[in-house]
C-alpha cells in the first residue's frame, strides 16, 4: 500500500476533477492496489470518503468510510434516493472549504467490490451525504456546485452558525 497525492482544485490546471470518470471493467490486482491505496490515502488525512479522481485516476472507484465500516465501490450508481438533509461538507480537494449542501437523507446504490461481484449498499445522513459526494466526483461534480453558502475555514462556519442562532 501507498499513499497517494491528492489533487487539490487550486492547483489543479488540467481540471481533472471536472472530468467524467471511466467504467471498471477489469477486477485485477491493479484495481486491488488502488483501492487499497485510496483507503489508506483517505485514512491518513482523515477523511470520509474518497474518489480515484481525487488521486488523478479517472476510473469510477470510491472508497467510504463514516465510522461503521469501509465501503469500497467500483462503478457506484445511485438506484433510490428519499428525504432531504441540509448540512455542512467539506472535501480533501478543497482543504480548508466548506459549503452548505442540501442532499438526500437516504441513498441505496448498486456498486461493485474489488472481486467484480455486484452488490447494494443504503445509508442515511452522513453516508448518504457521502455517497452522493463521491459518486458527484465521478461524473466531475464538485460540492460547492451544490452548496448554497461557501465558508474559507471551518471555524468561520461555526461563527456563521452562532451568529444565526
Do not use: W
Not at 462503478?75 to 449542501?101: A, H, K, M, R
Amino acid at each position: 500500500m501507498a499513499k497517494r497525492n491528492i489533487v487539490v482544485f487550486e492547483k489543479d490546471e488540467d481540471q481533472i476533477l471536472r472530468k467524467r470518470s471511466r467504467e471498471v471493467t477489469v477486477f485485477d490486482k491493479k484495481l486491488h492496489d488502488l483501492l487499497d491505496d485510496m483507503r489508506e490515502t483517505m485514512y491518513a488525512n482523515d477523511g470520509v470518503g474518497l474518489a480515484a479522481v481525487q488521486v488523478g485516476i479517472l476510473k469510477r472507484v470510491v472508497v467510504i468510510d463514516c465510522g461503521d465500516r469501509l465501503y469500497e465501490l467500483v462503478n457506484p450508481e445511485i438506484i433510490e434516493t428519499d428525504g432531504e438533509q441540509t448540512g455542512t461538507e467539506g472535501c480533501l480537494s478543497f482543504p480548508e472549504e466548506y459549503g452548505e449542501v442540501t442532499r438526500p437523507n437516504h441513498v441505496k446504490v448498486r456498486a461493485f467490490d474489488r472481486d467484480g461481484n455486484e452488490y447494494e449498499a443504503e445509508g442515511t445522513e452522513l453516508l448518504a451525504r457521502a455517497f452522493c459526494h463521491e459518486i458527484d466526483h465521478l461524473n466531475g461534480v464538485l460540492f460547492p456546485d451544490h452548496a448554497t453558502e461557501m465558508y474559507e475555514t471551518e471555524e468561520s462556519f461555526k461563527n456563521k452558525r452562532k451568529r444565526r442562532r
